[in-house]
């Protein structure tokens, strides 16, 4: 991104701003807005634009415009990103990325994948089965056999002992609501007892099946296995227990089978048993036992049932269940190993705490509680932060969540939290490489000093990434020259907002370390600033010398009404400047014989028809001659002419005694003055912020009625 162009009009208060920077040389600006001017709505603007909206403008309903331009094209609104004062935001994400080992997470999913769809095939393949909802399987499995470990307890499984004998139930139907309620009832059980002693001894007395051993639903099963398979197309034979004659084809078989089972089924107390235990009426319950009457004698003992049934749909899916084991087992020590890595590692997310810890003050430190599962990708971070009583040695860990509940920060140690979200989420889109442009606003609004120098190096960390742009938004004009200074923003990337007839301008800044020592003192032959360096000069010598210097009262005269005020020459200047700074260049167009006075409100005169902008000089200019006026009046007025040692506010106090209740408007002209031009005049090279606040229009408007009083 070299050229950012932008044009905006009626977006949040803002009726009108073009602009275009150059990001070519320097990925940083930096504004000086005082507040009011355009700050919010900037940031706010860029915020629409980066949610995919447009602005708004809410007081007056005026139709908004942006358009928003990187090197000829519209922005794309992920490229933009708003970092404001103060704000509430979610960092999960941006932590998980910081966290995450990209390598170790490819090979752990690869593993854990391959486990994860065998283990999904094998849940669909019981749910087929069992009926039992696909998200309860595993659960609903370890439930009935008392278990916690899935895989642990498939890998116990003992096939030699478990048959599939019941594979065509599903469990669902059997253990249902209605058909639980239905066999609770005492005389059900009875029967089901009853059903089940006749049946064991029918059993006993058959010639071909035997208790616990082969029933007739195992030999259903058998014959349906062999008519399958085509054991007797294959010409093979039997002979059952006891026979001499050979079985030869299914029919046979299946013969012998019915006459030996309705010894057993066809017994009279059975049916009779079996036959009320049919009239429940859950209706698939019924069609189940008319399908599947052997499965009566297991309903005495549901629990047990229960196993038996999942072991049938195991021994039905034992293939699989093995070769998920084998998985398993393969692919445990592995995952296991680079679990242990990933929580040993350092990543990028303690990179950005220990950056935070080194820089910045706070009462705690941050901590993950599941750091490998984030590592991994498995789960969201579960950030704590560590608190240490030094005097007790007290520990106390308080979630993220729960820290402002907990009501334990003050408003700074808040605000070092807040940017510590910002670090995560800044450092995030860095890991990713993603080209940024960053609307700052006043982020260092309300911080120490210890902690506001320790965002202007993290500042100066992100103008160093080459996908990183920013737009820093100030009201703070110490915070503004010290992003020059840290070589954050180049000079000539700085800019100064005012308001104008057209709207917003921003000017770039000039003399922003000093303008008396880099412009005015430079250029003396100009007579604007030749009269606005007059403060500077009286700083210097109030420092070096002291306020009973001779030079210093001479030009504390000039800034107030006096009589020695009316005698004080350009050639007083000169004397005084070149007796200050040896060799100075005073080469003014001025002549010599000029009283100071009447430069200054010429010079003031010159000022109200210059263009509106940024105009230091200008500013302070109308501000001497406002207050030179205001004291010239009062002076006229008062009846008390006893002098007063250069203090408006004192002879204002006298004014507003004498003529209260009878000059209140020129009282109130008056108190305008003195509390603005106070703050303008006694301008020095570390602090001139007040006046730049100002705008032009503000101080011509004083001006001219200040002038009326004369």
Known sequence: MDKLSIKLEN?????????????????????????????????????????????????????????????????????????????????????????????????YDEIFTDIS???????????????????????????????????????EIDFE???????????????????????????????????????????????????GIFNPSKADSIAKILSKENFFKANHK???????DEIVDDEAFKNKLSE????????????????????????????????????????????LFKKKLWGSYFTKEKAFIEELILKFSDGKQRLGEIEELANSQRTSW????????????????????????????????????????????????????????????????????YILNLMFNIEARKKENKKTLFIIDDIADSFDYKNKYAIIQYLKDISEEPLFYQIILTHN?????????RNIASYKNLFLTYKSVDGIKLDQAKGIKNPFINDWKENLNNPKKLIASITFVR????????????????????LHWRIESQTIYVSNLKYIFENIFPGINFNTDLDLTDKVVDVIFNEAENCLVAAEGINLENKLILSIAIRLYAEKYMWSRVSNQEVINGSTGKLFARFKKEFKGILDNEINILDEVNLITPENIHLNSFMFEPILDLSDLHLKNLYNRIKTLQ
């Open 11 to 107: 977006c949040f208060g803002i009726e009108k701003l073009e602009q275009e920077f150059d990001f070519s040389k320097c990925r940083a600006v930096a504004i000086y807005a005082p507040n009011g001017m355009m700050k919010t709505s900037f940031a706010k603007t860029f915020e629409a634009k980066s949610l995919n909206k447009e602005p708004s403008e809410n007081l007056y309903n005026k139709i908004p415009f942006a358009e928003i331009m990187t090197d000829g094209n519209l922005i794309d609104m992920n490229e933009i990103v708003v970092i404001n004062s103060f704000a509430t935001i979610n960092t999960d994400k941006s932590v998980s990325t910081l966290l995450v080992d990209e390598n170790s997470k490819i090979e």
């Open 117 to 155: 769809k065998q283990k999904t095939s094998l849940i669909a393949k019981l749910n087929k089965l069992s009926g039992i909802k696909q998200t309860d399987i595993e659960q609903t499995i370890l439930s009935d056999f008392n278990d916690i470990d899935f895989f642990k307890f498939l890998s």
């Open 161 to 211: 002992n478990i048959e599939d004998e019941f594979s065509d139930i599903k469990l669902n139907e059997v253990f249902e609501t209605d058909v639980l309620a239905f066999l609770k009832k005492p005389d059900v059980i009875n029967n089901i007892n009853i059903y089940t002693e006749k049946y064991n001894q029918l059993l006993e007395t058959s010639k071909y099946f035997k208790k």
């Open 238 to 244: 039997i002979r059952l227990h006891g026979d001499d």
């Open 260 to 303: 030996e089972r309705k010894d057993i089924l066809g017994n009279h107390e059975l049916i009779k048993i079996e036959n009320e235990i049919k009239k429940a009426s859950v209706i698939r319950f019924r069609e189940i036992l008319e399908e599947f009457e052997l499965i009566i004698p297991e309903l005495n003992d549901l629990v």
């Open 350 to 417: 303690e990179d950005v705490i220990g950056k935070f810890e080194e820089r910045f003050f706070v009462p705690f430190k941050a901590t993950i509680t599941n750091k490998s599962s984030v590592v991994l990708g498995k789960s969201a971070p579960t950030i704590v932060f560590l608190f240490e009583d030094l005097n007790t040695d007290k520990k106390r860990e308080i979630k993220k969540e729960d820290i402002e509940g907990v009501n334990v920060l003050s408003q700074g140690e808040k605000r070092a939290l």
């Open 477 to 485: 004009f110490d915070f503004f020259r010290s992003v020059e200074n």
């Open 539 to 558: 700083n210097i010598i109030e420092y070096t010398k002291g306020e009973d210097d001779n030079d210093y009262l001479t030009l504390t005269y000039i």
